[in-house]
C-alpha cells in the first residue's frame, strides 16, 4: 500500500469560506493592528489587546464553517483504507470535521478549537470560552487558575510544538507520495517538509494555484481549483 502525507495549507479551506490569515499574504500579514491580536508579546502583556482577540474570534468564520469537497476527499480517501497522514497548517480542525480520524491529523499550528491556559496549560473548548465572552466577560480568564487564556493556536512569536514538528518531519521522511495542496510553501518550517519528503525519495505533488519556492523539485505540479484537484489527484493515487 502506498503512504502518501498530504501537507495541507490555507488553500484547502478557502472554499470553506476562511480567508488565509497567517501566510505571506495573509489577513493578518497585512493589518499591523490584526496581526498584533494574534502576536504572543503584545497579547500577554496587554488586556485591550486580549479583549479584541476575543471579539474578533467572536466574529470570525473559524467556528462556524464547514468542511468542503476537499476535506470531505481526504477523509473518504482514509475511510477506504488507504495509509494516509495529513499535516495541516489550518486551525480551523475542518479535516476532523470531515471525518478524518484526530489520529491521522497533525496540526502544526494548533487548533482553534480549544482555549488553552497559559498558566496551567489546562484545555477547554473555544465554543465554551466564546460563550463566557458573549455573556460579558471580554477576557475570560482560566476557571481552574485564574491565568490569560488564549487560543490554541501557535501565535506569532511563538515556537512550534517540537513533539508535533518532529512527527511531521519523520512523516515527511518515512512517505512515498508527498502532496502539498493549498500551501505557498513559504512559512518555515512547514515549508521546508516538502524538501525533507522529496530528498528522502517521495513523490513530491504540488497542488496550488500560484508557483512554489518547491515546484522546481517536484514531481507534479497542478495549478487547477483544489476543489476539484484534490479529489481526481486522489481518485489517481487509490
Ligand atoms: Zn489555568
Not at 137 to 150: S, Y
Not at 162 to 174: D, F, T, Y
Request: glycine share 8%; proline share 7%; hydrophobic share 40%.
Amino acid at each position: 500500500m502506498t503512504m502518501v502525507a498530504i501537507l495541507s495549507g490555507a488553500g484547502v479551506s478557502t472554499d470553506s469560506g476562511i480567508p488565509d490569515y497567517r501566510g505571506p499574504k495573509g489577513l493578518w500579514r497585512q493589518d499591523p493592528e490584526a496581526e498584533r491580536l494574534v502576536t504572543y508579546g503584545p497579547y500577554m502583556a496587554d488586556p485591550e489587546i486580549r479583549r479584541r482577540s476575543w471579539r474578533m474570534r467572536l466574529d470570525g468564520p473559524a467556528l462556524s464553517a464547514e468542511p468542503n469537497a476537499a476535506h470531505r476527499a481526504v477523509a473518504a480517501y482514509e475511510r477506504a483504507g488507504n495509509a494516509l497522514r495529513v499535516i495541516t497548517q489550518n486551525v480551523d480542525g475542518l479535516h476532523q470535521a470531515a471525518g478524518l480520524p484526530e489520529r491521522k491529523v497533525l496540526e502544526l499550528h494548533g487548533s482553534a478549537r480549544s482555549v488553552v491556559c497559559t498558566g496551567c496549560r489546562a484545555r477547554s473548548s473555544m465554543a465554551e470560552a466564546l460563550d463566557r465572552v458573549r455573556a460579558g466577560e471580554p477576557d475570560p480568564a482560566c476557571r481552574a487558575c485564574g491565568g490569560i487564556l488564549k487560543s490554541a493556536t501557535v501565535m506569532f512569536g511563538q515556537r512550534l510544538d517540537p513533539v508535533v514538528l518532529g512527527n511531521a518531519m519523520s512523516i515527511a521522511k518515512a512517505t512515498e507520495v508527498f502532496v502539498a495542496v493549498g500551501s505557498s510553501l513559504q512559512v518555515q518550517p512547514a515549508a521546508s517538509l516538502a524538501g525533507i519528503a522529496a530528498d528522502h525519495g517521495a513523490r513530491l505533488i504540488i497542488v496550488n494555484a500560484e508557483p512554489t519556492p518547491y515546484d522546481p523539485m517536484a514531481d507534479e505540479v497542478v495549478r487547477e481549483p483544489i476543489g476539484t484537484a484534490l479529489p481526481a489527484l486522489l481518485d489517481r493515487l487509490r
